[in-house]
């Protein structure tokens, strides 16, 4: 700081340590790699005719398994990033109870 002015590597310093904490990594996995992850996953657990028929619970326990998985990992980075995906099962399989409690009465 110079002055009182934070100088800009010192900015550039604390924006590294953000990208370096697991909340963010987990965070930014379930915005950007789970996309690519859950609709296969979803697609191969329509194969199978109960999990077709209740797509909410199915997705919620994929989600429980990812995160079994993901304790197995030693790299936190790793972990992060797979906690993310695991997240983005769970909260893929509560949205339709989410959107039925949030629009009864037709929204009103």
Partial sequence: MANGVP???DSVKQTKTIF??????AVLSASIVSPFIVPRVNSLMDTVPILRDHKSLASFVA?????????TF???MLRAVVLGVAGAFVLSSILPLYSSLTTKNGGQ
Wanted: proline share 5%; net charge positive; hydrophobic share 55%.
């Fill in 7 to 9: 100088l800009v590597s």
């Fill in 74 to 76: 030693q790299k936190p």
């Fill in 63 to 71: 989600g429980i398994a990812v995160f079994s998985i993901a304790m």
């Fill in 20 to 25: 370096k904490n697991e909340a963010v990594i």
